[in-house]
């Protein structure tokens, strides 16, 4: 059974020491913790309004949430105007059902699919090949990860625990078409191949279907945001576009948007902002040389208007950005896959629990050092690390078996009894409180640089040293 | 109950709302008929000729190149250089804007055709809405003037830009927009675009040309004050 319907969530120990002891792995991991982290904070240091705009980010979020039953109804009013429809689902069955009514109503054999997260979270793909409907997924990474038959282990980049090698060897399973001689050394050649594999599936597609970053209710507007244009392909080629988003992806205006993308691609990857960025209303109009003839949006619930009210509505405020993933040391160590669902890091560790239940979400929230980076660099201030402890105490009062309640502190204590990645998290720690302490927007007092050099020479964790803790905590228990 | 009913009520019970309290409606309401401005970097609010300069260098570090011609008569002789320049075949499609019908591309060895892309076409070319300085940013606008599809499919893209439509935000932007089509009205698509296509899903090295064009080639009309 798939990690969609049984996630593996509850063994995240097991997974994590897996994850430990896989070289590749920690390749890959290595390399992200250096790209991303300093590209973000260099891309902050560039914009004086940087922090200005994270109050304001906030704000904006905390505003729409307060008010989201009215935006949503201007948003749907919009979206009709422009001759859209709208579909509500109060879970992931009913998101299945709505969207594959559509194919079925179009006779759709092939869905050529943007990158969506909301897409993963209902397990969209097992359901529209159960149905005899093709998902192609065309975001370079999801497309590697659908060939491996696996979910993302980041959620802007799925593929960033893969090295090149391992990428190069599904191209060359997948691809039996191609010459097998052909010379795949270069990572462009890849991506060539990539590009040249799913132009013909773009272009034959029955239906595009898309995420969305955000949903305007000024305009009925959905939002797209990337850098390959496999979205827009995705959705201005095919005869339909479906756009599957969780409803709190609404803001008001178009200036509330504009907000928010300021923050989106620098926290996430420290561009200025990513390379295209697409507003789509409704189908085709009378004159257009292409475009969807039929426009869909299909807005999620799944237990988030319930969490609108509790000490975890300010998760609601997430925009995908993962910075904090990028910036956690226990992520950086185990990678994406041992949180066991759709959502890893900080932000899964936190939404996990509220979307597919404590019971089985309960472990993430102890995979945390509580070292503090992860709220020191979200660009719409989530208390993560506060959040993670609210959900420790539930756990306290759900009383769960004290065997479970163990192995969650257990996992907690792994984290923190590791020399290593301890003095990390408190280095870090220290220096992302003595950053929230001080004056806004003084990036270049920030201790990042010296913090990411030493990070370089941090070793990877070893078999041996992990072994015989591992032991020993097994002991203890 | 439907699910859209049952999601409201479920909102309005977490919320503790009705619905139906005047001051939350006026607020609400009042937000999206005044679409408040939140805070906006200062760094595009420029000087014509600085704000151009700001625009160049920014879209050249998304990896665009970038060139200034004195009028739009200029525009096809520039295309056909840079086309040379990248060993690319004479060949542009465009859409039916005038701005780029009435320019003198016969005068240059350039076959121009016109029309979406069906997705074989190699160089494309299209004429901004807008632009925003403060990225470095291209604004375009679907329709039969410039079609989408153009801006996405050709390996290569020439896109045209008028001095006179560079903003220093984007918020400046929304409100050419608004002019053109209506408060709360858009265009089917609105295209933002920050440079040629890219991804890092390659053992995270960034590479350019994933599924959008290869090339962003951006050429700006400045009829202004004889800034080259
Ligand atoms: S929690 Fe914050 S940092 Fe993490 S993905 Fe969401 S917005 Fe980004």
Redesign the interface.
């Known amino acids: 059974m798939s990690v969609h319907a049984n996630p593996t969530s509850p063994h995240f120990k097991d997974n994590a020491h897996k994850a430990l002891g896989d070289p590749q792995l920690q390749q890959a991991m290595g390399k992200l913790r250096i790209g991303f982290t300093a590209a973000r904070a260099a891309s902050a240091a560039r914009l004086p309004e940087f922090e200005a705009l994270r109050d304001s980010a906030r704000d904006i979020k905390n505003h729409t949430l307060a008010n989201l039953d009215l935006y949503l109804e201007a948003y749907e009013k919009k979206v009709v105007e422009a001759g859209g429809h709208v579909h509500y689902a109060r879970d992931a069955a009913e998101a299945r059902k709505i969207i594959l009514d559509i194919c079925k109503e179009k006779g759709a054999k092939t869905v050529a699919k943007g990158k969506s997260m909301i897409s993963e979270e209902i397990a969209l793909n097992e359901a529209l090949d159960a149905a005899g409907v093709r998902p192609i997924e065309t975001d370079l990474g999801e497309y590697i990860i659908q060939l491996r038959g696996e979910i993302p282990s980041h959620i802007i980049g799925p593929a960033v625990h893969l090295t090149k090698d391992q990428i190069e060897a599904e191209f060359r399973k997948a691809h039996t078409h191609l010459d097998k001689d052909r010379n795949l050394e270069e990572p462009t050649s890849l991506l060539a191949e990539a590009r040249g594999v799913l132009r013909e599936k773009f272009l034959s597609a029955d239906i595009g279907l898309t995420g969305a970053n955000f949903l305007i209710a000024e305009t009925g507007s959905s939002v797209i945001v990337t850098n390959e244009g496999n979205g827009d392909l995705s959705q201005t080629l095919a005869k339909t576009h479906i756009v599957i988003a969780s409803l709190e992806k609404i803001v008001p205006t178009l200036e509330d948007a504009s907000q928010l993308l300021r923050v989106l691609a620098r926290s996430a990857t420290g561009q200025e902002l990513s390379v295209y960025t697409t507003f789509s209303t409704g189908p085709r109009r009378d004159g257009d040389p292409d475009g969807p003839q039929d426009y869909h949006v299909v807005l999620l619930d799944n237990g988030r208007t319930s969490m609108i009210g509790t000490e975890f509505q300010e998760m609601l405020r997430c925009i995908r950005c993962g910075a904090c993933m990028n910036h956690c040391p226990v992520y950086h160590a185990v990678g994406g896959h041992a949180y066991g669902w759709v959502y890893p890091g900080p932000m899964g560790a936190v939404l996990t629990p509220s979307l597919i239940g404590v019971e089985k979400g309960g472990l993430l929230p102890n995979a945390s050092t509580f070292c503090g980076r992860c709220e020191a660099v979200c660009p719409m201030r989530i208390p993560l690390p506060k959040m993670m402890r609210h959900w420790r105490e539930r756990e306290f009062e759900r009383h769960l078996t004290p065997s479970v309640q163990r192995a969650g502190l257990g996992a907690w204590a792994f984290f923190a009894r590791r020399p290593a990645l301890y003095r990390l998290a408190t280095r870090i720690g220290m220096g992302a409180l003595g950053f929230m302490g001080r004056n806004k927007g003084r990036f270049s007092k920030l201790p990042f640089a010296s913090g990411w050099t030493q990070m370089r020479d941090f070793p990877a964790p070893e078999g041996e040293t992990f072994q015989a803790q591992w032991k020993r905590e097994r002991g203890g228990r | 109950m439907?699910?859209?009913d049952?999601?409201?009520a479920?909102?309005?019970r977490?919320?503790?709302?009705s619905?139906a309290e005047g001051p939350?409606?006026a607020?609400?309401e009042s937000?999206?008929r005044e679409?408040?401005?939140?805070?906006?970097?200062?760094?595009g609010n420029l000087p014509r000729a600085e704000r151009i300069a700001l625009f160049k260098r920014?879209a050249e570090?998304?990896f665009a190149s970038v060139s200034i011609v004195e009028n739009a008569r200029a525009v096809p002789a520039e295309a056909a250089r840079w086309l040379r320049d990248n060993n690319l075949p004479a060949t542009l499609r465009r859409?039916a804007d005038e701005r780029l019908a009435d320019m003198p591309w016969r005068e240059t060895a350039v076959a121009v055709s016109e029309?979406?892309?069906?997705?074989h076409d190699l160089n494309g070319v299209s004429h901004a809405f807008g632009a925003v300085a403060?990225?470095?940013?291209l604004v375009m606008t679907?329709?039969?003037d410039n079609?989408?599809?153009l801006?996405?499919?050709p390996d290569n893209h020439i896109v045209v830009l008028s001095a006179d439509d560079l903003a220093g935000d984007?918020?400046s932007i929304?409100d050419w927009?608004r002019a053109r089509y209506g408060k709360?009205?858009?265009?089917?698509?609105?295209?933002?675009?920050?440079?040629?296509?890219?991804?890092?899903?390659?053992?995270?090295?960034m590479?350019l040309?994933?599924?959008?064009?290869r090339k962003l080639h951006i050429v700006i009309v400045d009829e202004g004050t004889g800034l080259l």
């Open positions: 439907s699910a859209r049952e999601i409201f479920s909102l309005r977490s919320l503790h709302v619905g939350r409606r607020a609400a937000r999206l679409n408040p401005r939140g805070v906006v970097p200062q760094r920014m570090s998304a859409g029309g979406a892309s069906d997705g403060e990225s470095g940013t679907s329709g039969a079609p989408t599809t801006n996405f499919l984007y918020e929304f927009l709360g009205m858009m265009p089917r698509a609105l295209n933002w675009i920050t440079g040629p296509s890219r991804s890092a899903d390659i053992a995270q090295t590479l040309g994933a599924h959008g064009p």
